[in-house]
DNA sequence: TCTATAGTTCCGAATTCACGAACTATTGAA
DNA sequence: TTCAATAGTTCGTGAATTCGGAACTATAGA
């Protein structure tokens, strides 16, 4: 009966600081970048585990709402579910090239990552580096 | 007799969440945006006022390592004072067009506000939107 | 040697964050 | 209807960060 509606700022209400603390946190940028990736909906229980390290419900949640709050996605009730969509068109109005440079610079680093562990487990099959 | 170096890390130890984390802090961002824009060397007490906001020194020394920590800056003692110049060349090669972008957008969101305080203070000249 | 300046370190208070437990809302089945 | 399952939120507590005053270190100059 409740369902308090969803908090969205709107755009003139978002703020850079806000933006880069949302996706300064490694988990948050891994669904955001994943939202922005698959234009698809999304709900949110698909991100239960992130880059193979499970998240907590709550703490999901939470992170939601922190996207949410900074103005990266677009939530929306649908029955049981949330369907989750990214506001990248919009920010870019206001911040252009912002979101871009930012999901780019993660691959980049993702990559060189996955560059690293490659080239540790041709050395030592078993342990893989960053995965805490 | 101590002088312990400064830390900074190695291009290739720099993250993207260190470097968004740094940058979320409004202060933070003001002082890199300052030290990028005039290439001329920079001491940290330039920064002891940042937007009309008194920051007392021991909290501007922690900004000031958490912008090298993040490795955004370089900080080189010289005599009794200290030497900032701005890591923008080197991350640029790994994260292209990352910082820009990010300056560029507290630019825009600056030139936001002050239109904002203006139109405020046109209504009721004395309180400014913003500076708490 | 004394003083002033620039910056750091230390530590306590305040804030933020993570996550388990309990809760709400919706759907589908019996 | 009622019951169970699913998706997500809220609350409370302990852990981790952050802020800033007081005391400290290092250098330059008188």
Redesign the pocket.
């Known amino acids: 009966?409740?369902?308090?509606p969803?908090f969205h700022p709107s755009l003139e209400d978002i703020t850079v600081e806000g933006i880069l603390?949302a996706l300064s946190?490694p988990?948050r940028a891994a669904i955001f970048a994943d939202i922005v990736a698959q234009e698809c909906s999304h709900?949110?229980?698909?991100f239960?585990t992130v880059s193979n390290k499970a998240?907590?419900?709550?703490?999901?949640?939470?992170?939601?709402?922190?996207l949410?709050d900074a103005g990266l996605i677009r939530?929306e009730?649908?029955?049981?579910?949330?369907?989750?969509a990214s506001r990248c068109a919009e920010i870019e109005e206001r911040f252009p090239g912002l979101l871009r440079a930012i999901v780019n610079a993660h691959t980049i680093q993702s990559n060189d990552e996955a560059q690293a562990n490659k080239r540790v487990a041709k050395r030592s099959p078993r342990r893989l580096v960053k995965n805490k």
Do not use: K, W, Y
């Not at 709900?43 to 698909?46: K, T, V, Y």
């Not at 998240?55 to 922190?66: D, E, G, K, M, Y």
């Open positions: 009966m409740d369902v308090r969803l603390h946190d988990i709900n949110c229980s698909m239960l998240i907590p419900r709550s703490t999901l949640s939470q992170h939601f709402r922190a949410r939530g009730r649908r029955g049981v579910e949330m369907h989750n």
